[in-house]
């Protein structure tokens, strides 16, 4: 009984910790949506252990940062950290996680309470983002 623990603990944990540590490294790169008003994009990068990325859209050929944003799994946790610019930081825990599909919550924030990640496994990723009253929904698509 002790050896099947230990074997676990030694060979199945760490299996586990390293493929939850590499959920996101899909989300790595450059990914755009163009709008009748301006091209917006997210640029995400590994940054040490975590993801970091930006949010910002071109408008003339000038670029304008929006918010910055970290993907960082704290004690087995991952969380979203939103820091629009301007504004205070907010962090959205992952409340759900299968085959693609990705939601961050943060029930006390007023908009968004919910950003939910959802990637066709190729070259775009439909988003949701969501508070008590409003919503709203788009599509990124994998800048070469």
Known sequence: MKFKNLFIFLVIFPI???AQTENFTWLE???????????????W????????????SVKDGQKMLNETLYLENFDGQWA??????????????LIQADKNNYIFENKEHD????IHYNFDGQ????????GSDKKFELTLVKVE
Do not use: C
């Not at 979203?80 to 962090?91: M, N």
């Not at 070259?123 to 969501?130: P, Y």
């Open 16 to 18: 586990l910790n390293y």
């Open 29 to 43: 790169g450059k990914w755009q949506v163009k709008t009748d008003k301006a091209e917006m994009y997210e640029e």
């Open 45 to 56: 990068q590994k940054d040490g252990r975590r993801l970091k990325g930006e949010g910002y």
């Open 80 to 93: 979203y950290i939103a820091l629009p610019k301007g504004q205070i930081i907010t962090l959205f825990r």
């Open 111 to 114: 908009f968004p309470q919910r």
């Open 123 to 130: 070259k775009s990723i439909h988003v949701i983002v969501e």
